[in-house]
Nanobody
């Protein structure tokens, strides 16, 4: 199973920026898809952004133009640059990797104050 270590969450004022990082290890398979999901209190976990091994990206509409996902295939890392943060972006953000099966990180808290 893939081991995922996330970093970069925290508290920021609305309009600010944060960068999340996730490092994957332990998989003998290709990391076909890497990405981020989030879960706000009382809500279901939702996709934020994903990126394939070839670099194709996908974003939820609410973050388009504000968040940018990228990956380094040589280091098995995925980054999420979050700009123009809004209070509604407050959630626990989970790193996600798809090989032969999905794997999830432990989550990192992002809090955006108004």
């Amino acid at each position: 199973q893939v081991h995922l270590v996330e970093s970069g969450g925290g508290l920021v004022q609305a309009g600010g920026s944060l960068r999340l990082s996730c490092a994957a290890s332990g998989s003998p398979f290709r990391l076909n898809v890497m990405g981020w999901y989030r879960q706000a209190p009382g809500k279901q976990r939702e996709l934020v952004a994903t990126i394939t091994i070839s670099g194709k990206t996908n974003y939820v509409d609410s973050v388009k133009g504000r968040f940018t996902i990228s990956r380094d295939n040589t280091k098995n890392t995925v980054l999420l640059q979050m700009n123009s943060l809004k209070p509604e972006d407050t959630a626990v953000y989970y790193c996600y990797v798809l090989t032969s099966m999905p794997s999830w990180g432990q989550g990192t808290q992002v809090t955006v104050s108004s």
